[in-house]
């Protein structure tokens, strides 16, 4: 699975455990959950999906591109 296809299964499972969070859920527990969606969906926003991968190949004259 790429890396992306994780990131997305994770928020997904976070998002259904906030949603649906009994409403005796400790504020902490629930913080922390919250926290993890948004650092998940940070880095889930910031992912550079690389189409091309032969752009950063290194030549065998050493010079740079």
Same mark, same amino acid.
């Given at each position: +699975?790429? =890396? =992306?296809?994780e &990131?997305? !299964?994770?928020i997904a499972? &976070? #998002?259904? =455990?906030? !949603?649906?969070?009994p %409403? $005796?859920?400790? !504020?902490?527990? +629930?913080d %922390?959950? =919250?926290? %993890?969606? $948004? $650092? &998940?969906s940070?880095d ?5 999906d $690389?189409?091309?991968?032969?752009l950063?190949?290194? #030549?065998d #004259?050493?010079?740079? &591109?």
């Amino acid at each position: +699975m790429s =890396r =992306r296809g994780e &990131l997305e !299964k994770e928020i997904a499972i &976070l #998002d259904e =455990r906030i !949603k649906n969070a009994p %409403a $005796d859920t400790p !504020k902490y527990v +629930m913080d %922390a959950w =919250r926290l %993890a969606y $948004d $650092d &998940l969906s940070f880095d889930l926003n910031n992912l550079y999906d $690389d189409e091309e991968p032969e752009l950063f190949v290194n #030549d065998d #004259d050493g010079e740079g &591109l």
